[in-house]
Nanobody, 123 residues
Framework: QVQLVESGGGLVQPGGSLSVSCAAS????????MGWFRQAPGKEREFVAT????????SYADSVKGRFTVSRDNAKNTAYLQMNSLKPEDTAVYYC????????????????WGQGTQVTVSS
C-alpha cells in the first residue's frame, strides 16, 4: 500500500509556471507507475500525464503536451509535474495517483490517490 501527498499548488498568472510534487510513503515506490489527473469544477476528472515505474516512459494529454513535464525521483519517493505556459483553462484540482504495473491514462485503473492540490491560473 502507498500513501500519496501532493504539494505545490497555488495561484499563478497566465503564462506563468508552477511545479507540483507528489510524495509517496513506503519502500516500493519504484514498483508503481504514476499518473497525474485534474478536475475542474463541474467537469470529470481528466488525464494529464503518466510516467512509468523507472521514469523512462511518459505520456501527456494533448492539451498539455509541450507545456507540462512529468518526472520522478525514486530515491526520494516523489513524482513531479512541472507546468509552464499556464492557461486559465488549466485551473483545476490536480491529483497524483499510483498503480502497480504499467502506466495507463484511465483514472479508474489507479489504486491510490492523493488528496489533490488546487492550481488556479488567473490574472
Amino acid at each position: 500500500q502507498v500513501q500519496l501527498v501532493e504539494s505545490g499548488g497555488g495561484l499563478v498568472q497566465p503564462g506563468g509556471s508552477l511545479s507540483v510534487s507528489c510524495a509517496a510513503s513506503g519502500r516500493t515506490f519504484f514498483n508503481y507507475a504514476m499518473g497525474w489527473f485534474r478536475q475542474a469544477p463541474g467537469k470529470e476528472r481528466e488525464f494529464v500525464a503518466t510516467i512509468s515505474r523507472g521514469g523512462s516512459s511518459t505520456s501527456y494529454a494533448d492539451s498539455v503536451k509541450g507545456r507540462f513535464t512529468v518526472s520522478r525521483d525514486n530515491a526520494k519517493n516523489t513524482a513531479y509535474l512541472q507546468m509552464n505556459s499556464l492557461k486559465p483553462e488549466d485551473t483545476a484540482v490536480y491529483y497524483c495517483a499510483a498503480r502497480l504495473g504499467a502506466a495507463t491514462i484511465r483514472p479508474t485503473n489507479y489504486d491510490y490517490w492523493g488528496q489533490g492540490t488546487q492550481v488556479t491560473v488567473s490574472s
